[in-house]
Nanobody, 115 residues
Framework: VQLQASGGGLVQPGGSLRLSCAVS????????IIWYRQAPGEQRELVAA???????NYADSVKGRFTISRDNAKNTVYLQMNSLKPEDTAVYYC??????????WGQGTQVTVSS
């Protein structure tokens, strides 16, 4: 299983980005698809998750600004990030988790929020 994260870049504070996580296998095979991020010198942290049943969960720091969604037909999960702040700067990773198949990681995409 391969995960391809894309959509990162440099954006000014207050701006928006949409990250995509394309999965090489049907995403309905996974219990959840999760976005994590890791800033330099920091531990990797959960940003947002979406379950097979479309239940979503967000870190408190991104609630109201980020939205996770999925397109099962395209085997892709998105992370819409609005009102970006400098503290959102990190490498963003997607993870596909299955109790049967295990867990798989994408390669990460850099998000930099700076003026």
């Amino acid at each position: 299983v391969q995960l391809q994260a894309s959509g990162g870049g440099l954006v000014q504070p207050g701006g928006s980005l949409r990250l995509s996580c394309a999965v090489s296998r049907s995403i309905v095979d996974f219990n959840a698809i999760i976005w994590y991020r890791q800033a330099p010198g920091e531990q990797r942290e959960l940003v947002a998750a979406i379950s097979k049943g479309d239940n979503t969960n967000y870190a408190d720091s991104v609630k109201g600004r980020f939205t996770i969604s999925r397109d099962n037909a395209k085997n892709t999960v998105y992370l819409q990030m609005n009102s970006l702040k400098p503290e959102d700067t990190a490498v963003y990773y997607c993870n596909a988790h299955s109790s049967i198949l295990g867990g798989y990681w994408g390669q990460g995409t850099q998000v930099t929020v700076s003026s």
